[in-house]
């Protein structure tokens, strides 16, 4: 079982930048894929960001040279560096771990970016 906490989220202004953290109750230093998903109101949830089990970093075109993620393994944790926010990116981001086989998410943070 792993369990996910999130924070960094918050008001910010069009522009602007926030950093999101995803602590992780136990460890996710090998073969440990990390996610941070997203879902504005009335949409389905949808992936911004993965750092697979090589250390390797996606994301969704529309987050792409504005957001990086980042992952401490020592300290259980990833990160969201995002930058150059836009109204758009309001919603309620997520932490997502897939772990052995087994799927966890965090409960999230909401992040509100006004014009």
């Known amino acids: 079982q792993v369990q996910l906490a999130e924070s960094g989220g918050g008001l910010v202004q069009s522009g602007g930048s926030l950093t999101l953290s995803c602590v992780a109750s136990s460890t996710i230093s090998s073969g440990v894929d990390m996610r941070w998903y997203r879902q504005a109101s009335g949409k389905q949830r949808e992936m911004v960001a993965q750092s697979n089990i090589y250390g390797v970093a996606v994301y969704t075109d529309d987050v792409k040279g504005r957001f990086t993620i980042s992952r401490d393994n020592p300290k259980n944790t990833v990160y969201l560096q995002m930058n150059s926010l836009k109204p758009e990116d309001t919603a309620k981001y997520y932490c997502?771990?897939?772990?052995?086989?087994?799927?966890?998410w965090g409960r999230g943070t909401q992040v509100t970016v006004s014009s």
């Open positions: 997502y771990c897939l772990k052995w086989g087994y799927e966890y």
